[in-house]
């Protein structure tokens, strides 16, 4: 099994930043597609932005060019960079991962096996 641990969750005023950070304890000569998602309270689970081959990116609309999803090539840390962030970016951020690199719907939470427990992004007007 693939084990996950989100870091980097904090509150922070809007327009701020914040890097969310996850390390993953399995086997790493597998090949993984690595996400983000997050969850705000009464709300379904949302695919943030995925990464594929460290290279290949997928982002939720609401994301694009304030977000930036990266991995690094060595250590296979997934981080998640969050520019002018706004209170509809608050939620619980949970940090996946799925076997090989072709999902079908990179963004849809069922394609992943693997998931941290989360880390909580609070963003205040």
């Known amino acids: 099994q693939v084990q996950l641990m989100e870091s980097g969750g904090a509150s922070v005023q809007a327009g701020g930043s914040l890097t969310l950070s996850c390390v993953g304890g399995?086997?790493?000569?597998?090949?993984?597609?690595m996400a983000w998602f997050r969850q705000a309270p009464g709300k379904e689970r949302e695919g943030v932005a995925v990464?594929?081959?460290?290279?290949?990116?997928y982002y939720t609309e609401s994301v694009k060019g304030r977000f930036t999803v990266s991995q690094r090539l060595i250590k296979d840390t997934l981080t998640l960079q969050m520019n002018n962030l706004n209170p509809d970016d608050t939620g619980m951020y949970y940090c996946?991962?799925?076997?090989?690199?072709?999902?079908?719907?990179?963004?849809?939470?069922?394609?992943?096996?693997?998931w941290g427990q989360g880390t909580q992004v609070t963003v205040s007007s």
């Open positions: 996946a991962a799925a076997r090989g690199g072709s999902l079908i719907r990179p963004l849809q939470d069922d394609e992943y096996d693997y």
């Open positions: 399995g086997d790493r000569e597998e090949t993984y597609t």
């Open positions: 990464i594929i081959g460290g290279v290949k990116r």
